[in-house]
């Protein structure tokens, strides 16, 4: 139902494992909405409670449960499924000469049938590809490719991969003549660590500490604090403002379809405010040196007894590395749904670029169908128009997210080393309707002049086993326990890449 269908790919891991499982049986594969309008003429997909007299039952939206729309329009967990399923699959057998085996998990067709191309990529870019002669592997066989391979100067800090792709080499009836068929995808251990920049190479800051706020310039950018709540108050470069409101812990998600069913929005309503609602105990300045200005914040979480640290270190380079640290007082607490934070930016920052998980969102358990990539699109585009609104437009192992305007300035997020992403023109509060699941429909989702941008260590997984009591499985979950993560701002101009940019280490 909804955002679903967490976890499948571990149950082929063992289907595949065991010759006597089969699966793969989906329930549902349609949404079972109708077509209506509002009386504006919008339209939306109607369901339950939408039809009848008010006291007529109503299992509300059990119905919208497919892997494709009512239209029959895929549905962004169809990339999973086809990815999960597909027949022809690889196994990496040398990282360094990238030798890989392909297998065949078909029952009658010979792999001469299929069109197998490959290529390396390094940062998102392809360097060489080719395509294989036509493979004699028989149903449920396999054989070892090493391609020939150029020689590859390998570059610092650039992350190379295997891509490898399967499709049709002829018409077949439905199917058309180079119909993807699947693909792998396979990071290759060609590293080349990059230097670190030396801080006393950076230019110099000038500090002005006042009452409220303390202010940070240097050259091209000023950075200002909340000296009270420790929160960055504002982000400028090149006289452009980045920033409307400043990133603050965050451990709540809007609930899927999923999390209705086991309970998730009462069983963890706890952690819904505990960011928001924490109390700040201390801010310590710091002036590191001439080129680097740190300020130590520490919070406690009245509403689940824990302590909150959250760094900041302002660096001449106009980097801002934002670290943050997560201690229980109780072992006791339910999981959390999230560990991140989220702020917000200028509506005007519409174009969003990333490095990682995509293009469609993808979910700790639900990643498998998501290759490692850079994608562009704007922040509307990472909306996806779930029929109940719920979590959407995740993006997983993210290295690098961008924010820009139509001027090419914007603000890169950099994981350190990884992040989980989502940036919308709607806020969290927007997508949850409460402790009770309401009859909602897109059309009561209308945008807002901002962009929320979540910065996330994780947030939990979708599940899937099914919409009424499962839980998401437990190695997709936080449980309480100490946690760490970090990442790094950084305001870039239209002159300058993210790509380079990511890779600056301090």
Request: negative net charge; without cysteine; glycine residues 10%.
């Given at each position: 139902?909804?955002?679903?269908?967490?976890?499948?790919?571990?149950?082929?891991?063992?289907?595949?494992?065991?010759?006597?499982?089969?699966?793969?049986?989906?329930?549902?594969?349609?949404?079972?909405?109708?077509?209506?309008?509002?009386?504006?003429?919008?339209?939306?997909?109607?369901?339950?409670?939408?039809?009848?007299?008010?006291?007529?039952?109503?299992?509300?939206?059990?119905?919208?449960?497919?892997?494709?729309?009512?239209?029959r329009k895929p549905h962004p967990h169809m990339r999973e499924v086809k990815k999960v399923y597909q027949h022809v699959k690889a196994e990496l057998i040398d990282s360094l000469y990238a030798t890989f085996r392909i297998i065949s998990r078909y029952d009658f067709t010979n792999l001469q049938s299929v069109v197998i191309t490959w290529s390396i990529m390094g940062d998102g870019q392809t360097l060489v590809e080719g395509t294989l002669p036509p493979l004699d592997v028989a149903p449920h066989d396999s054989m070892t490719i090493r391609p020939p391979l150029p020689e590859i100067l390998h570059q610092p800090g650039v992350e190379y991969f295997l891509n490898l792709r399967y499709a049709t080499r002829e018409e077949t009836p439905l199917v058309v003549e180079?119909?993807?068929?699947?693909?792998?995808?396979?990071?290759?251990?060609?590293?080349?660590?990059?230097?670190?920049?030396?801080?006393?190479?950076?230019?110099?800051?000038?500090?002005?500490?006042?009452?409220?706020?303390?202010?940070?310039?240097?050259?091209?950018?000023?950075?200002?604090?909340?000296?009270?709540?420790?929160?960055?108050?504002?982000?400028?470069?090149?006289?452009?403002e980045l920033i409307r409101t400043g990133p603050v812990p965050n451990f709540w998600r809007a609930p899927t379809d999923n999390d209705f069913g086991n309970e998730m929005p009462r069983r963890l309503a706890l952690w819904r405010g505990a960011g928001k609602n924490r109390t700040v105990e201390k801010v310590n300045v710091r002036a590191v040196s001439p080129r680097e200005v740190a300020l130590d914040v520490l919070a406690t979480l009245p509403e689940v007894g824990a302590r909150y640290h959250t760094t900041y270190r302002v660096l001449g380079s106009g980097d801002i590395i934002v670290t943050n640290r997560f201690e229980p007082v109780s072992d006791e607490?339910?999981?959390?749904?999230?560990?991140?934070?989220?702020?917000?930016?200028?509506?005007?920052?519409?174009?969003?670029?990333?490095?990682?998980?995509?293009?469609?969102?993808?979910?700790?358990?639900?990643?498998?169908?998501?290759?490692?990539?850079?994608y562009r699109g704007t922040v509307m585009e990472q909306y996806y128009p779930y029929v109940r609104?719920?979590?959407?437009?995740?993006?997983?192992?993210?290295?690098w997210v961008a924010l820009a305007n139509e001027n090419g300035v914007g603000l890169l997020a950099v994981g350190m080393p990884l992040l989980s992403v989502s940036a919308h023109h709607f806020t969290v509060e927007d997508f949850d309707p409460g402790q009770e699941k309401r009859q909602r429909h897109t059309f009561?989702?209308?945008?807002?002049?901002?962009?929320?941008?979540?910065?996330?260590?994780?947030?939990?997984?979708?599940?899937?086993?099914?919409?009424?009591?499962?839980?998401?499985?437990?190695?997709?979950?936080?449980?309480?326990?100490?946690?760490?993560?970090?990442?790094?701002?950084?305001?870039?101009?239209?002159?300058?890449?993210?790509?380079?940019?990511?890779?600056?280490?301090?």
């Open positions: 139902m909804g955002n679903s269908v967490g976890n499948l790919q571990d149950y082929w891991d063992v289907i595949d494992a065991h010759s006597q499982l089969q699966g793969g049986f989906i329930w549902d594969w349609v949404d079972q909405g109708l077509l209506e309008h509002t009386d504006d003429g919008e339209p939306f997909w109607a369901y339950g409670g939408d039809y009848g007299p008010p006291d007529t039952p109503s299992d509300k939206n059990f119905l919208i449960n497919g892997l494709v729309s009512a239209d180079g119909h993807e068929l699947g693909w792998d995808q396979f990071r290759l251990a060609w590293d080349v660590p990059t230097r670190p920049t030396e801080i006393a190479d950076l230019p110099e800051l000038d500090l002005v500490e006042g009452e409220q706020t303390l202010l940070v310039e240097g050259e091209r950018f000023t950075v200002t604090f909340d000296r009270q709540r420790g929160e960055l108050l504002s982000l400028t470069y090149d006289d452009t607490l339910p999981e959390m749904p999230r560990f991140g934070m989220t702020m917000t930016l200028p509506v005007e920052f519409e174009n969003m670029a990333w490095y990682g998980r995509g293009p469609h969102e993808s979910y700790w358990d639900r990643k498998t169908g998501a290759t490692v990539g850079v609104p719920q979590e959407n437009g995740n993006k997983t192992d993210v290295r009561h989702l209308r945008p807002r002049d901002l962009v929320t941008l979540n910065l996330d260590y994780k947030q939990m997984g979708v599940g899937g086993d099914d919409s009424w009591g499962a839980r998401t499985h437990p190695e997709y979950m936080l449980p309480v326990r100490n946690y760490w993560y970090a990442f790094r701002l950084r305001p870039f101009s239209a002159a300058e890449d993210p790509m380079k940019l990511s890779h600056e280490r301090f």
